[in-house]
């Protein structure tokens, strides 16, 4: 029963390996990063933003390579194994899908410098620090509903949710962190700019009086 579930999972294992080792290199690089950080979820922001931009300059833009050069379905190597292996749950992956490749496109050449730079502005407390991460947060939420909503809308066809593996640890899971944690920054910044909304509003009413 074990077997029919789950099948093979060599690739499977190689895969949550390297986003294991992916995630260990995030937390040392954050680590190292935010030592004149004060703030303690700032600290695991920056921890975040190494293992986003790990994600989009490795995983992401490997898919890039194959799609432009053929398919992933037609590519050999390591990254395109690990690509198959998240192609059984996705099939769209495989192939040359526009729609995933033009919101690849968009987190490998937008969403990945400005995580690197997002944490030079936390680093050095620069002012634009909060528009940076509004920026990158919207754009993550935008790619994760691109991904999936034209999928669900067509009767998901493409997705294969038989099978436990692939459909908590794959579909909801990986993609379910880009959605929590962007969300979760995003009301970070909602709540250190409120209080620069309210100093206006405070004036403006002692004028009236």
Same mark, same amino acid.
């Given at each position: !029963?074990? $077997? +029919?579930?789950f099948g093979d999972q060599? @690739?499977? *294992?190689?895969?949550?390996?390297?986003?294991? #080792? $992916?995630? #260990? %290199?995030? @937390? *040392? =690089?954050g680590w190292l990063a935010s030592?004149? *950080?004060k703030s303690s979820a700032d600290k695991w922001i920056i921890v975040w933003l190494f293992y986003d931009a790990i994600t989009h300059f490795s995983l992401e833009a490997s898919? =890039?390579? !194959? &799609?432009?050069h053929g398919t992933v379905a037609k590519s050999e190597g390591y990254m395109a194994e690990l690509w198959k292996e998240y192609g059984k749950a996705d099939s769209r992956w495989l192939h040359f899908?526009?729609?995933? *490749?033009s919101l690849e496109l968009l987190t490998v050449l937008i969403c990945g410098p400005i995580c690197i730079w997002l944490v030079y502005a936390i680093v050095n407390s620069k002012h634009y620090r909060h528009f940076l991460q509004i920026t990158l947060c919207v %754009? +993550? #939420?935008y790619g994760g509903w691109m991904t999936f909503a034209? +999928?669900?809308?067509?009767? &998901?066809?493409a997705l294969n949710t038989s099978n436990p593996?692939?459909?908590w640890v794959y579909l909801v899971f990986f993609n379910g962190l880009w959605v929590v944690i962007p969300l979760a920054m995003l009301w970070q910044s909602w709540e250190a700019l409120r209080p620069l909304e309210e100093i206006p509003s405070k004036k403006s009413r002692k004028k009236l009086q």
């Open positions: !029963m074990t $077997q +029919e579930l060599t @690739v499977a *294992v190689f895969s949550l390996t390297l986003t294991f #080792l $992916q995630l #260990l %290199s995030a @937390v *040392v =690089l030592r004149s *950080v898919y =890039l390579a !194959m &799609s432009f899908d526009t729609t995933i *490749v %754009s +993550e #939420l034209p +999928e669900w809308i067509t009767g &998901s066809a593996l692939y459909l």
